[in-house]
């Protein structure tokens, strides 16, 4: 890759990576969405999901610290803003745990990730040292994802509500406000991107993120399907219906 | 150190080393609210404190990646709203650059920390390594200083503006700003520091921690009295009034 692209065309190239790998095309996304699991399979995605959405906040607070513009950080902070609200009980995280709640998961365990797959806390975890350690162009692009997130949500809660008797619009409205604000942020970044990403070598490093962020949510969905869907093998320590008195 | 101590005694111990290793009793420190310096030596001062003023918001956005609780999340992200400000111009960096304005020094070179002291750098890289690397309670902690520098910074404030003809009153607009806030600042991580630190082992963390930041503080006077005062001997690379060009 040494030919340097427009911004147009890098957006492109983006854009294309996402067609290829973004969680849309996984089948546990397919499933989920479709209303194909069952309630011990999404209670699965939501107690998993958990620790991903209570990093994020985590993960928007080290890209700040690796921006030097004053003027980029006002644009980013307002992530940490949102997610964690002005108050007691109005974060991202607490709508979230409506959902946990909702399926009758203990919310003290839930806080304490008890039960999580490790390969949710790998993936998870290798996305906050990305986001740590590289530079700061790939940090911004490795949320580029977020330019996906809208339609994918959208149709995964019409999906779920239209299928799971178990699930209700209220316990969903983590998601309404994600949606609200997702295409601002990712706005912001791609023009981050796009203003820094100038060189061949720089705009492959832009690339590379989005694909390391497509692979980190990918695995993510891997290790559900393989310890829920099929072959159905929660491993040691992960949480697992069967056990559970209900 | 084997003694758990009650959360008044932990603060009076915190306060003991201050009082021991604060910045207040470094002779740099002393000349310059003294106004005992001359314009180059203040402008020295001025420089070097650029890059730790740059770095302030990113220290804060590491500690508030290292916070897992949202509400402390909520009260720690007035630091960087504070320091960032709402707009183009309105960041603690612009008003800091009023006094390097002020001095005459170049706005782009300052920006790009020419001429800063390698022990500068050093010293505000540890602090920033600290954050990112000890425990949440030890990265907020670290910021214990603050308890004392609402004294010390009106102090020298009143001081410069006595003595130097060439520091105007808006120039300083910077730390009426961050006179306004830092008792809340400390305020918080004070009952932060007292709620976390109830182990003997912990308490000495945190201990620790506040003797760190006071080296931070101190070892950059230090090498601005060495290159600007006594001895007087500039390190490579490093401004030197005597080569530039008035």
Not at 2 to 9: G, K, T, V, W
Not at 24 to 41: E, I, M, V
Not at 152 to 181: H, K, P, Q, W
Request: hydrophobic fraction near 45%.
């Amino acid at each position: 890759m040494a030919r340097i692209l427009s911004p147009a065309d890098l957006e492109a190239e983006l854009r294309q990576v996402a067609a290829r790998r973004y969680y849309h095309l996984h089948p546990f996304h397919r499933l989920l969405s479709a209303g194909r699991l069952d309630r011990a399979q999404v209670t699965a995605w939501a107690l998993n999901r958990t620790y991903y959405q209570a990093m994020i906040p985590v993960k928007d607070a080290l890209v700040l610290s690796r921006l030097a513009d004053p003027a980029d950080r006002r644009s980013w902070r307002r992530r940490i803003v949102e997610q964690d609200g002005e108050g007691e009980g109005e974060s991202g995280l607490d709508r979230w745990l409506r959902l946990t709640d909702g399926l009758g998961l203990d919310r003290a365990k839930v806080l304490a990730f008890e039960g999580v797959l490790p390969a949710t806390r790998f993936a998870v975890d290798a996305y906050l040292q990305f986001v740590r350690e590289r530079t700061p162009l790939e940090a911004v692009a490795s949320s580029l994802t977020e330019l996906f997130s809208a339609t994918v949500v959208s149709e995964r809660m019409s999906g779920m509500l239209a299928s799971y008797d178990f699930i209700a619009r209220r316990t969903l409205a983590y998601f309404d406000e994600r949606l609200a604000r997702v295409n601002r942020d990712a706005d912001f970044a791609l023009a981050y991107v796009k203003t820094h990403a100038v060189t061949a070598e720089t705009q492959a490093l832009a690339i590379a993120a989005m694909r390391f962020k497509c692979d980190v949510l990918w695995s993510q969905l891997d290790a559900l399907h393989f310890a829920y869907v099929d072959p159905k093998l929660p491993p040691p320590g992960a949480w697992n219906p069967d056990e559970e008195t209900r």
